[in-house]
Structure formats: C-alpha cells, structure tokens
C-alpha cells in the first residue's frame, strides 16, 4: 500500500466506511473542521485506547523526567531497562548531581545518544538542586530553562507526573494531526499551540497519548493500515 500524504484529500469506499458510521453516526467525511476532527478523534481513540498510559516506568517526577531525557531516539522499552539501575544508583536530584560522568555513561549507554544524555542528566540534576531544592519545578517556563529539556519533556512531565494541562508533540502526534486534518503546521510547538485550543486542558496529556498509540499501532509512518482504523471514514488522507 502506498503512503498517504499528510494532505491528500478523502478518497472513500462505502463498505469500509460503514462500519464507523454505525458505530458512530456520522455522516462520511464529517466532520470537517480541525476542532471537530480533532473532537472526534479524541473520542475514538477513547474508545480504541481507555487505558492509554505514559509506557515509560517512573516512581515520581524527577525519574519521569530523566527517562524521557533519556527516551529521545529510543524506545520507551529499552529506557525501561536501563532506569532501574541508574535510578537504583541515584534515586534523586542530589545524588546524580554529584554521580561520575563516567559511570552514568556507562549505565544510560545503550539508550543511544549516551554522551549527550548524561550531560544533559547531570545538568538537570544540578540545576534541580541549584534552584530547585531538589524538586521538579512545575512551571513550563521551569521546566524548559532545566538544561535538555524541551517543550515536549516538560508537557510529559506536567501532564503525566504532576496532573496539569500539557500536550507533549512528538512525531506520531504531528504526523498524525496533519493526516487527520487537524492542523497543517509542521514545527512542533505550532502544532502544539494549535491543537491546545482544540482540546480540554484535562485532557491534553491524554489526547497526545492515544495519538501516539495509534500512531505506532495502525498508523504507522511507512504503512499506515488505513482499512483498519476507526478514524477512516473522516481522515483527510484515508487511502480507502
Ligand atoms: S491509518 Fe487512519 S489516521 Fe492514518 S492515514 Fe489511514 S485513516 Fe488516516
């Protein structure tokens, strides 16, 4: 199957689209506004994902932070079995702040990347303990002023580990949101700024979650298996 373009219009057979439409009274193709695309995606992917959850394993917000530091470019399963032991060594901002580079390399070594994201963790842990008091700031200004932390770390530690409004964009929810009809903007912060509008602040960190699901479980990058997605009577790029 080819790769729909993120932009390419509907093209719809009634059989496939049939069954949405029962499950969910709609008419095909509706609706058609990025406020109602993104309304209606939401509560199917509710239906699809109830239980959706953040998949990296993390006690409390200062491990959440540091595993999705270590997340980038790697999958949430392999940081899953590098943070017990780092977080076994140093169970908090203070003792990773004082850790050896050297030994923390070795430990986050097969996340990939190793020599940034210990730089990065030791950063974020000496200015935890500089200006924090050890704890993790709330605020995304805070949180983005932590040295490798961007505005997508920060949404997953706000929505995931301190419960506020936050929609983490990374490249299943821009990719998603595009072929969806949601937004047209490519930069992660833009998408951001216009998906957070389109969603209750409740419901942010959520919303980022079932689209990141789907986008690993049927809407792949590569091969998105549009004749299997519950989303295909509406998608501006549908491919049946
Ligand atoms: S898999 Fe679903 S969301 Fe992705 S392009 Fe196909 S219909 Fe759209």
Same mark, same amino acid.
């Given at each position: ?18 069954e949405n439409e ?84 070795e430990l986050v ?10 730089? %990065?963790?030791? @950063? ?7 200006? #924090?008091?050890?704890? &993790?700031? /709330? $605020?995304? =200004? ?27 964009v990374d490249t ?29 602040? %409740?419901?942010? @960190? ?7 699901? #789907?986008?690993?479980? &049927?809407? /792949? $990058?590569? =091969? ?17």
């Open positions: 199957m080819s790769v729909p373009s993120e932009t390419s219009s509907c093209s719809i057979k009634q059989n496939a689209t049939g029962r499950r969910y009274g709609l008419g095909m193709g509706t609706p058609r506004s990025p406020k109602g695309r993104a309304r209606e995606t939401h509560k199917r992917l509710g239906f699809e994902y109830p239980d959706a959850k953040c998949e990296l394993d993390h006690k409390n917000p200062f491990e959440l932070l540091a595993a999705t530091i270590l997340s980038a470019q790697c999958t949430d399963k392999r940081v899953n079995m590098v943070t017990p032991n780092l977080f076994r060594e140093y169970p908090d901002a203070e003792s990773l702040s004082e850790a050896s580079e050297v030994r923390v390399q070594r097969s996340t990939g990347f190793y020599v940034n994201k210990t730089k %990065s963790l030791l @950063g974020m842990a000496q200015a935890l303990v500089d200006n #924090h008091n050890g704890s &993790v700031p /709330s $605020s995304m =200004k805070e949180l983005t002023a932590l040295p490798g932390v961007g505005r997508k770390t920060a949404n997953v530690v706000r929505s995931v580990a301190l419960d506020l409004p936050g929609l983490p299943h929810v821009g990719r998603l949101s595009r072929r969806i009809g949601i937004t047209e903007e490519k930069d992660p912060v833009k998408v951001e700024m216009e998906l957070n509008p389109m969603v209750a602040a %409740s419901e942010r @960190g959520l919303f980022s979650l079932r689209l990141i699901l #789907h986008g690993r479980r &049927v809407c /792949s $990058s590569r =091969k998105p298996v549009c004749e299997d997605c519950v989303l295909n009577d509406f998608c501006a790029s549908s491919e049946i």
